[in-house]
């Protein structure tokens, strides 16, 4: 029997298949760690975590700035490093392009539970990649929430 984590059902995409699944009784809802979420996938999944990390850049001076501008890339490459490390296995971490949080930079979000964080230091990513990724807990002074988003305009 496969496993939803919790907050899957909670927060972005996850929680329209998070609760079709638990209402139709085929798959229980729980609040296991990433790694510990899907154990017996058929096939299983390819990586139990994939971090994206938002490097896009914008021209200099463009309202919004960008992550890139704010040190993403390098956050990204540190992360990659210290991921492995930590011997993190299953976790992929990679770039993606603009994520639309562009004035909360750099950012970054975990699947599958799609949780959203604003790294600013080596330090936040060394915390994000042991209490989240390691421990399946939260960094909640880094998260972002669906409450944070700047006016487009």
């Given at each position: 029997?496969?496993?939803?984590?919790?907050?899957?059902?909670?927060r972005?995409?996850?929680?329209?298949?998070?609760?079709?699944?638990?209402?139709?009784?085929?798959?229980?809802v729980?609040?296991?760690?990433?790694?510990?979420?899907?154990?017996?996938?058929d096939?299983p999944?390819?990586?139990?975590?994939?971090?994206?990390?938002?490097?896009?850049?914008?021209?200099d001076?463009?309202?919004?700035?960008?992550?890139?501008?704010?040190?993403?890339?390098?956050?990204?490459?540190?992360?990659?490093?210290?991921?492995?490390?930590?011997?993190?296995?299953g976790?992929?971490?990679?770039?993606?392009?603009?994520?639309?949080?562009?004035?909360f930079?750099p950012?970054?979000?975990?699947?599958?539970?799609?949780?959203w964080?604003a790294?600013?230091?080596r330090?936040?990513?060394?915390?994000?990649?042991?209490?989240?990724?390691?421990?399946g807990?939260?960094?909640r002074?880094?998260?972002?929430?669906?409450?944070?988003?700047?006016?487009?305009?």
């Amino acid at each position: 029997m496969r496993h939803i984590p919790g907050s899957l059902v909670k927060r972005g995409w996850g929680r329209y298949i998070g609760r079709a699944a638990a209402l139709a009784g085929s798959l229980p809802v729980t609040d296991a760690p990433v790694a510990a979420a899907m154990p017996e996938a058929d096939p299983p999944p390819y990586f139990t975590a994939h971090v994206f990390i938002c490097c896009n850049r914008r021209p200099d001076g463009h309202k919004r700035g960008s992550c890139a501008a704010q040190g993403s890339e390098a956050l990204r490459d540190y992360m990659k490093v210290r991921a492995k490390e930590l011997g993190l296995k299953g976790v992929r971490v990679n770039q993606a392009g603009c994520l639309d949080r562009c004035e909360f930079g750099p950012t970054l979000v975990i699947y599958p539970e799609g949780i959203w964080y604003a790294p600013k230091t080596r330090e936040d990513v060394d915390e994000i990649l042991t209490a989240h990724l390691r421990q399946g807990g939260r960094v909640r002074r880094l998260m972002l929430t669906e409450h944070d988003v700047a006016p487009k305009g």
